[in-house]
T-cell receptor
Framework: GAGVSQSPSNKVTEKGKDVELRCDPI?????LYWYRQSLGQGLEFLIY????????KSGLPSDRFSAERTGGSVSTLTIQRTQQEDSAVYLC????????????FGSGTRLTVV | GESVGLHLPTLSVQEGDNSIINCAYS??????FIWYKQESGKGPQFIID?????DKRQGQRVTVLLNKTVKHLSLQIAATQPGDSAVYFC????????????FGAGTILRVKS
């Protein structure tokens, strides 16, 4: 596609439920990133995929968070047993290769845990 | 100003005036600095970047200044327009981990017509 696509755009879930957030990167981009943006805050790095390499998971806040990237394209961020503090906008970005050149963000998924 | 908790600093400017948005960064070992603009309901959009070996870079209506001595970055927007209203973030690209952006807290820019 022309840009990074994320779905759903909004998600309301009950505390304790699991959620899956999807990211479709720009076609041909080998790098994919997930960030979290809490209300009124800057973006916080979560996880980074580059090609077939093992992902950099150093930003995941707890073991309730996981992500996978299938076929080097679409990625899913899963949050298990959601908590209210997980409420945030989850942003995905992709880039053509290593480094920040061509880094493009999607519009995000707004997650609300009630 | 400083951001505290959930409150982002806000800059209000009159349409046509120049805007200056400031950012303090923490990591002296960063190769790049980037300014992003984020409109409501959208992801951050790249505005301009600057390498750590430069102190000034100009784009269309925007200028970024880098002062490494005091670890300060600023974004100047000339002839501010209503469409410039957004949240502006600075981001660092650490030298040792060039794939992760480290974002500042952001500044809200409001342009009054």
């Amino acid at each position: 596609g022309a840009g990074v696509s994320q779905s759903p755009s909004n998600k309301v879930t009950e505390k304790g439920k699991d959620v899956e957030l999807r990211c479709d990167p720009i076609s041909g981009h080998t790098a994919l990133y997930w960030y979290r943006q809490s209300l009124g805050q800057g973006l916080e790095f979560l996880i980074y995929f580059q090609g077939n390499s093992a992902p950099d998971k150093s930003g995941l806040p707890s073991d309730r968070f996981s992500a996978e990237r299938t076929g080097g394209s679409v990625s899913t961020l899963t949050i298990q047993r959601t908590q209210q503090e997980d409420s945030a906008v989850y942003l995905c970005a992709s880039s053509p290769g290593t480094g920040i050149y061509g880094y493009t963000f999607g519009s995000g998924t707004r997650l609300t845990v009630v | 100003g400083e951001s505290v908790g959930l409150h982002l600093p806000t800059l209000s400017v009159q349409e046509g005036d120049n805007s200056i948005i400031n950012c303090a960064y923490s990591n002296s070992a960063s190769d790049y600095f980037i300014w992003y603009k984020q409109e409501s309901g959208k992801g951050p959009q790249f505005i301009i970047d600057i390498r750590s070996n430069m102190d000034k870079r100009q784009g269309q209506r925007v200028t970024v200044l880098l002062n490494k001595t005091v670890k300060h970055l600023s974004l100047q927007i000339a002839a501010t327009q209503p469409g410039d209203s957004a949240v502006y973030f600075c981001a660092e690209v650490p030298r040792r981990d060039g794939n992760k952006l480290v974002f500042g807290a952001g500044t809200i820019l409001r342009v009054k017509s």
